[in-house]
């Protein structure tokens, strides 16, 4: 058995990814610790069949999600490495994590993975998602999931970390070769996201990471968001597709790419900014 790391996987209704992940995962004999919210489908049976533990909690949201997987399993590990159902480790990722022993980074807390992100089929390289990184390794009991994000989940490691820039994981969620499936997954992302803002702009809900554009990969991200935050909204949507389409050089992604960069970098932006004047307007009426 691995001294060194276990595995966290959140799941739900995951049989058609689960298998793929677990596969990849084959050789680093790892304990496998699996956080379920309610699968109806075969995805407990895959799990236990593989020798994972499973446990199983309601879902609220990815970082509360988190934040219950790290409390409630027993790690006996010093590092935790946390997964999605629909990721998938690279063959150079597994050579890193078949060499990785924790004697060797002591001085470390956390490790980013660089992610390949896929979109029917094809891998969208430009429009500023690649590389991408994501705080993906960390120290157990070190680590712990930013619960004041609501819908973009993230892990926060204090001390140092490293990025493996050459560490590569694959997200490629299958469900969403069906627009429609991509389209109910974001109309309830836009809700999270737009409870968030609305929070944000109401000094009701502050940052955890320090933002800091020079810093890590998670601190610049939070310093984009503060800059996204200042944007007029309406306006803000267009000007991040162009951004993503032309500086960011997306239009290299062929249609299928296009496709990708106007839904999730415009159309979903627009939907949240639009559910945040619905609830401004919704809580002044009630004041009144």
Not at 197 to 210: A, D, G, M, P, S
Not at 220 to 231: F, H, I, M, Y
Request: hydrophobic letters at 40%; one cysteine or more.
């Amino acid at each position: 058995m691995n001294l060194h790391y276990s595995f966290i996987i959140l799941t739900y209704n995951e049989e058609v990814h689960l298998p793929r992940l677990l596969a990849s995962m084959a050789g680093l004999n790892a304990a496998i610790f699996m956080l379920d919210s309610g699968s109806t489908d075969g995805t407990i049976n895959i799990a236990a069949n593989a020798g994972a533990i499973v446990a199983q909690h309601p879902f609220e949201n990815h970082p509360k999600q988190w934040d219950h997987a790290l409390k409630t399993f027993n790690i006996q590990t010093p590092w935790v490495i946390c997964l999605d159902a629909d990721h998938i480790i690279t063959p150079e990722l597994h050579r890193r994590l078949l060499a990785f022993k924790d004697e060797d980074h002591q001085q470390v807390n956390g490790i980013y993975f660089n992610r390949k992100n896929f979109f029917k089929g094809r891998w969208i390289r430009y429009g500023g998602y690649y590389p991408f990184y994501l705080l993906k390794m960390m120290r157990y009991g070190i680590g712990y999931s930013d619960i004041n994000e609501n819908m973009d989940h993230r892990m926060i490691v204090p001390g140092n970390t490293i990025i493996w820039k050459d560490g590569h994981i694959i997200e490629e969620n299958l469900k969403e070769n069906k627009i429609s499936f991509w389209i109910d997954k974001h109309n309830k992302y836009s809700d999270l996201l737009a409870i968030e803002e609305t929070e944000r702009i109401l000094k009701l809900r502050h940052q955890t990471v320090k933002p800091h554009f020079w810093g890590s990969p998670d601190e610049r991200t939070a310093w984009l968001k503060q800059l996204w935050w200042q944007l007029p909204r309406y306006v803000r949507p267009m000007l991040y597709f162009i951004y993503r389409i032309i500086f960011k050089l997306g239009i290299l992604d062929g249609r299928t790419g296009i496709i990708f960069h106007f839904m999730q970098g415009f159309w979903f932006r627009l939907v949240v900014d639009i559910k945040i004047d619905e609830i401004i307007k919704q809580n002044k009426h009630a004041e009144k």
